[in-house]
């Protein structure tokens, strides 16, 4: 089953924090995020296992609440790099394949 | 270092033709995938192999097979084009559930 990203899009001027979330009525074993900017394809940001381990990428973090089946995107002092769509892909236990959310965009204005 | 090359870049087609869509890595990876992706929709995943000669059903597999006859390629398969099939179409691959690599797409118009 899709998991559900929230919000579907965000609008942010330079330097200011966002928060993407990503939900799933499934048990996960572990949640992917990806970036795709306008034309291009999908690249890797990090993935969280279970655990409740928040994982960090310059100024971009993640953390995932296996209880809640919850998985958030952190965004902090944003640049204008960091416009595009973001995808969560989740991967439940022993499966071989991971479902994408629809995305959420994010646009960061000067 | 090519990673994950997709070919064509870009079709059209008219309904009721056929066409293969290739993908090749490079990197000896034993998962691959095709997704589509349509406004909105996310990335919706089509079939994938996790190993040479082997094939599975995704979310959306109807009007489309494919084979994985050689480790390094993945082919994607449309037998009669139809116009819901207008998409772009990206290819992935990776050791397992880990990182995914992905092509960079093939535009795929069908009239």
């Known amino acids: 089953q899709q998991p559900v990203q929230s919000p579907q899009a965000v609008i942010l001027r330079e330097g200011e924090d966002a928060v993407i979330n990503c939900s799933s009525s499934k048990a996960l074993y572990s949640v992917h995020w990806y970036r795709q900017k306008h034309g291009e394809a999908p690249v890797f940001l990090m993935i969280?296992?279970?655990?409740?381990e928040q994982k960090g990428h310059e100024k971009i973090s993640a953390s995932f609440n296996e209880k809640k089946q919850q998985s958030s995107l952190y965004l902090t002092a944003s640049q204008l790099s960091y416009s595009g769509t973001y995808f969560c892909?989740?991967?439940?236990?022993?499966?071989?394949?991971?479902?994408f959310g629809k995305g959420t965009k994010l646009t960061v204005n000067p | 270092n090519a990673g994950v090359t997709q070919t064509p870049k870009f079709r059209v087609l008219k309904t009721g033709q056929s066409m293969t869509l290739l993908c090749a890595q490079d990197m000896n990876h034993e998962y691959m995938y095709w997704y589509r992706q349509d406004p909105g929709m996310g990335l919706r995943l089509i079939h994938y192999s996790v190993g040479e000669g082997t094939t599975a059903k995704g979310e959306v597999p109807d009007g489309y097979n494919v084979s994985r006859l050689k480790k390094q390629n993945f082919l994607l398969g449309l037998e009669s084009a139809a116009p819901s099939q207008t998409s772009v179409y990206f290819c992935?691959?990776?050791?397992?559930?880990?990182?995914?690599?992905f092509g960079a797409g093939t535009r795929l118009s069908v009239l």
């Open positions: 892909g989740t991967e439940q236990g022993g499966s071989e394949k991971l479902v």
């Open positions: 992935a691959s990776s050791y397992s559930t880990t990182v995914q690599y």
């Open positions: 969280l296992l279970k655990g409740g």
